[in-house]
């Protein structure tokens, strides 16, 4: 089992910065992708951000130009700086990692989830 805790989110005004941080911890063997999904009420959960372990990046065109998704593979910890953020980008960031045992089983792992709210 990986487990998934993500941290850093909370409170901020229009415009403001969070960086959230999602550490991958438990038997891991390899992990692939790694990315920062949300989900606002009312709305179904999308893809904000994506990275692969060599560091090839995908954004979603609303977050293009004001997020960054980075990780460290070393510490099996991916991360998510968001600036000049707006009310829109209030939701649940969810991470997730596609995981393969070392008998190539795969497998999606989700955290908890973190709320980050945009508002004056």
């Known amino acids: 089992q990986v487990q998934l805790v993500e941290s850093g989110g909370g409170l901020v005004q229009p415009g403001g910065s969070l960086r959230l941080s999602c550490a991958a911890s438990?038997?891991?063997?390899?992990?692939?992708?790694m990315g920062w999904y949300r989900q606002a009420p009312g709305n179904k959960r999308e893809l904000v951000a994506a990275?692969?372990?060599?560091?090839?990046?995908n954004y979603a065109d609303s977050v293009k130009g004001r997020f960054t998704i980075s990780r460290d593979n070393a510490k099996n910890t991916v991360y998510l700086q968001m600036n000049s953020l707006k009310p829109e980008d209030t939701a649940v960031y969810y991470c997730?990692?596609?995981?393969?045992?070392?008998?190539?089983?795969?497998?999606?792992?989700w955290g908890q989830g973190i709320q980050v709210t945009v508002s004056s």
């Open positions: 438990g038997s891991i063997f390899r992990i692939n992708a």
């Open positions: 997730n990692a596609d995981h393969v045992t070392v008998y190539g089983a795969r497998k999606y792992y």
């Open positions: 990275i692969t372990s060599s560091g090839s990046t």
